[in-house]
């Protein structure tokens, strides 16, 4: 069975610090994403990362994928309030069929 | 243009009743997933089309959930007998193709209280 795990589960930072947010997985795929939640809204797409050492940078948030370790990181520099939210990776299977695995998120706290 | 759309946004039941959960994708998008995500958690998954078929319903958590779509494009998610354990938000989600490798829009969900 698929897993993918997320951690931290929560983390809380002062602004204009650095975190890493890690994402790893129990079976091969090729293709991970991630998204944004902020409470009591759905889910913003931020990368779609396809295929070994992926890198890709939107503003303050840049996200890799190593297929070999199955880790994807999602790193955050300078911190700003804006934020904060719940990260969430995915990893699409396809063994069988198609399905969308999510980790269980980590809520961001960035603290002015 | 317009995003996925859910209705209702709300829903409370009492135990036993039967509910509805609709689904307007983006037009033009081949697949659409049904997913459960309780408070806390990340999204699971129920269920998968590609047009008017499922090919995937493994997530459904027992038969009194049923999905359907068809004419390919707005879907339901009927939940008979509701249970407590029931309560979650169903999010919708599509895409254009799963092997376009673009991500998936999700609508912003049913929040779905069962008393």
């Known amino acids: 069975e698929l897993k993918v795990e997320q951690n931290p589960l929560f983390l809380s930072m002062q602004e204009g610090k650095n975190y890493t947010i890690y994402c790893n997985y129990s079976?091969?795929?090729?293709?991970l994403y991630w998204y944004r939640q902020d409470p009591g809204k759905s889910l913003e797409s931020l990368f779609v990362?396809?295929?070994?050492?992926a890198v890709k940078q939107e503003g303050r948030l840049m996200a890799s994928l190593d297929t070999k370790a199955r880790l994807s990181t999602l790193h955050i520099t300078a911190a700003v309030h804006d934020l904060s939210a719940t990260y969430f990776c995915a990893v699409l299977t396809t063994s069988g069929t198609y399905k969308y695995i999510f980790g269980t998120g980590t809520r961001l706290k960035v603290l002015a | 243009g317009a995003g996925v759309s859910q209705s209702p946004r709300y829903k409370v039941a009492k135990r036993g009743q039967d509910v509805a959960l609709r689904c307007d994708p983006i037009s033009g998008h081949v697949s659409l997933f049904w997913y459960q995500q309780a408070l806390g958690q990340g999204p699971e998954f129920l269920t998968y089309?590609?047009?008017?078929?499922?090919?995937?319903k493994s997530g459904l958590p027992s038969d009194r959930f049923f999905a359907e779509r068809p004419e390919g494009s707005v879907s339901t998610l009927k939940i008979q007998r509701t249970q407590q354990e029931d309560s979650a938000v169903y999010l919708c989600a599509s895409s254009l193709a799963v092997t376009n490798n673009q991500p998936q829009h999700f609508g912003d969900g049913t929040r779905l209280s069962i008393l």
């Open positions: 079976t091969t795929s090729d293709r």
């Open positions: 990362l396809l295929s070994n050492g």
């Open positions: 089309f590609q047009n008017e078929a499922q090919l995937d």
